[in-house]
């Protein structure tokens, strides 16, 4: 078997606590990624999340619940799928670390480490945040604390016999795939961070700890793995490995690893020095999404705490919220939610542009057609415009360039609204130019379903209200190819006008 599947993954998410808008962000990204996969490549994508459940924090937040770690984790994860239903996340696996298949497979590779000599005994010494579950060089504390900005607490001295992996073996190697896959790590800001820290050289890496009990075994006993080198195998333990080498042969290496910034190190640096030292390849893309920063920290009523994605969608919906984050900023750049910003996307873009296009389109056709779609016009003034369209939604997505790919659509959304205030076909109906109105009606029809087809991997329950209400079936844009041609719209096809797709939200609603 060979690589037949495309493979997304998000970060494996701690169950320290729920979802906020930026664990959204990367989801969604993801779920765009892997819907647009799916029908372009005949079904054959596969999209991972899943839950970090290991690890000293998870253990003391359980504790402080009076709960099991266990117990604590299954109501958390409970919520996070719960929140990915909501935002019409359809991912096709989510891993949890505490799966008795990842705990075996992580054993095994952990025992294949060892048996390589790539794992050996040794002792460990350092400033350690609990915290975050890392190990600080000296150099790197400021004021004698943790450096993580989200984070900033004390650090305590930790002394302990553990367990290396021996990462400076594979530091040349690490250099060399640097630099000669420039685009492995995105954005360039990232891969220069990241190759900074290969230049400046590299330790082994301390892989076990005797004092952390909620984890997975050492397969030879006295302590666990560490967290980190548990979740981070779950990509490839997920695909099956080791035991199902057929699963991994279809999936491996990842297309795509979408992380956050704060998480570069360990998925450019220490992840494929552990594929390296297993001898499998590694993944195509590293993206490191930008953090988002939201105005204002306490949001009107309505629109609630604006970092709680539930709480937006309640204002906006989801199609809104989905919109609003990948149209804001390129994709690995930080930006700045604020409401203000999320009611101007969702009045102009969605509800003008888009809303007032289907809903005035398909009442004309209502209106003066019965809602049948007319005859095919001989020559087409929109075809070729529409024709290069897809091609340039793939080149956008294929390197991530969300904000890129709505703009182009946009640009024909706006192309349809000029189409409909040229031809007018209020005039030609009064006017009894039955043949110009069924060209017009037709055309507008034709890229609407374009449209619905184009926006489906970004705005899944939109695209199907478009979809359904032009009386077309399946999933839109399924048979990528064969459905975007121009003038598969079927005339005599029956429509009918869809309930408002974006109901305007006024500042002082949003407002409270
Ligand atoms: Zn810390």
Redesign the pocket.
């Known amino acids: 078997m060979q690589k037949d599947t495309y493979y997304v993954t998000t970060p494996l998410y701690y169950t320290n606590g729920t979802p906020h808008i930026g664990h959204a962000y990367s989801t969604i990204a993801a779920d765009v990624l892997a819907r647009f996969h799916r029908v372009t490549g005949n079904g054959r994508a596969h999209f991972l999340t899943g839950t970090d459940e290991h690890g000293q924090r998870i253990a003391d937040v359980a504790a402080a619940a009076q709960k099991t770690p266990k117990e604590f984790c299954d109501e958390i994860v409970g919520r996070w799928k719960e929140q990915w239903r909501e935002l019409d996340i359809a991912y096709d696996q989510f891993i949890r670390t505490t799966d008795p298949d990842h705990e075996a497979a992580v054993q095994r590779i952990f025992a294949m480490l060892r048996e390589r000599g790539d794992i050996g005994p040794g002792k460990y010494e350092g400033w350690y ?1 609990r ?2 579950e890392t190990f600080w060089p000296a150099s790197k504390l400021i004021d004698g604390k ?1 450096p ?1 900005p989200e ?1 900033g ?1 004390p650090v305590e001295w930790v002394s302990e016999d553990a367990w290396f992996f021996k990462m400076s073996r594979y530091r040349d190697r690490l250099l060399d795939h640097f630099r000669s896959k420039p685009h492995w790590v995105r954005p360039q800001s990232a891969w220069n961070e990241m190759m900074a820290i290969l230049e400046s050289g590299l330790e082994d890496l301390c892989v076990s700890r005797t004092s952390v009990e909620w984890g997975i075994p050492l397969p030879q006993g006295g302590g666990t793995i560490y967290v980190w080198f548990d979740a981070i195998c779950n990509y490839i333990t997920a695909a099956g490995y080791p035991h199902d080498m057929v699963r991994v042969a279809r999936l491996w290496p990842a297309d795509v690893h979408l992380i956050g910034k704060e998480i570069l190190r360990f998925h450019t640096i220490i992840w494929p020095a552990i594929l390296m030292a297993l001898d499998l390849p590694l993944p195509e893309l590293v993206f490191a999404n930008g953090w988002i920063t939201t105005q204002g920290r306490k949001m009107s009523k309505s629109v609630g705490n604006i970092t709680r994605p539930g709480e937006l969608i309640d204002v906006f919906s989801v199609d809104s919220v989905r919109y609003a984050l990948l149209s804001q900023a390129p994709f690995g750049s930080d930006f700045t939610l604020s409401e203000e910003g999320l009611v101007r996307r969702h009045n102009a873009d969605l509800a003008n542009d888009l809303g007032n296009l289907v809903q005035r389109s398909l009442s004309m056709l209502a209106r003066y057609r019965q809602g049948a779609v007319p005859g095919r016009p001989q020559r087409s003034g929109l075809a070729a415009g529409f024709e290069t369209l897809p091609a340039s939604v793939k080149s956008a997505l294929d390197v991530l360039d969300f904000r890129g790919c709505l703009a182009t659509i946009w640009e024909s959304v706006g192309v349809l609204n000029r189409y409909v205030e040229e031809t007018k076909p209020w005039v030609l109906d009064k006017s009894g130019d039955a043949a110009a109105l069924d060209a017009a009606l037709y055309e507008v029809c034709e890229g609407i379903r374009w449209i619905a087809a184009l926006i489906y991997p970004f705005m899944p329950t939109t695209a199907g209200a478009i979809w359904q209400a032009l009386g077309q079936e399946g999933v839109p844009g399924q048979m990528w190819e064969e459905s975007l041609r121009w003038g598969v719209l079927l005339p005599q096809t029956i429509t009918n006008v869809p309930a408002p797709l974006f109901p305007r939200i006024e500042a002082a609603a949003a407002a409270g």
């Open positions: 945040c915290n975050d943790c993580n984070c607490r």
